[in-house]
């Protein structure tokens, strides 16, 4: 019951702020006289993954859209979707969204916030003798990037990492982003 609780608390905290996002979205459209103004604004985006080799394969699918308030401030939503399989041993599946705020105090830097959020699903082969798992995991990303143009690469640091439950191997990750 308590982890029942867990999860609808986070999932609440979800749709909170997705639904604020969503107000303010709509706040920043009527007050444009033009709709299309609003969409030249909007910027998309996102990430795919593949990684396969020894009995194992994974793939990720993660589009994004930003909103472009100006040359400084960007905020933005994005859903990704995992499967992971390794023969023999275990089947993950990993569905969750995000919400980034973008900072580029000066053109070639890009300051990134990120809160991640997860459902994780593991299915251990039998042999394996462990129990199947299922639970929401968040991450806040912290982030600083080289910017040019419509890519920024750069380094971010999960401040929230637990590494018995996280999907991350590691709280600092790499990344390349790019908005057209």
């Known amino acids: 019951m308590k982890n029942l609780e867990s999860i609808l608390r986070n999932y609440s905290l979800f749709i909170i702020v997705f639904c604020f996002f969503t107000l303010?979205?709509?706040?920043?459209?009527?007050t444009y006289s033009n709709k299309s103004d609003f969409w030249s604004h909007v910027r998309f985006g996102g990430g795919i993954g593949l990684s396969f080799g020894n009995n194992f394969f994974s793939g990720?699918?993660?589009?994004?859209?930003?909103?472009?308030?100006?040359?400084?401030?960007?905020?933005?939503?994005?859903?990704?979707?995992?499967?992971?399989?390794?023969?023999?041993?275990?089947?993950?599946t990993v569905l969750g969204g995000s919400i980034i705020g973008l900072f580029n105090p000066i053109n070639e830097v890009q300051i990134s916030a990120e809160f991640e959020e997860n459902n994780v699903?593991?299915?251990?082969?039998?042999?394996?003798?462990?129990?199947?798992?299922?639970?929401?995991y968040p991450s806040l990303f912290l982030g600083v990037g080289y910017h040019t143009r419509n890519v920024t690469v750069g380094i971010r640091y999960d401040v929230l990492y637990n590494n018995k439950k996280s999907t991350y191997a590691d709280p600092w990750m790499p990344f390349i982003r790019v908005y057209f």
Do not use: C
């Not at 303010?24 to 009527?30: C, H, I, R, V």
């Not at 040359?71 to 023999?88: C, D, E, H, I, M």
């Not at 699903?121 to 929401?136: E, V």
């Open 24 to 30: 303010q979205l709509t706040a920043q459209e009527s």
């Open 60 to 92: 990720t699918l993660a589009p994004s859209a930003i909103y472009q308030f100006n040359q400084q401030f960007a905020l933005g939503v994005g859903l990704s979707g995992t499967y992971n399989a390794q023969k023999y041993y275990y089947k993950s």
């Open 121 to 136: 699903n593991i299915n251990w082969d039998s042999r394996t003798g462990l129990a199947n798992q299922n639970y929401w």
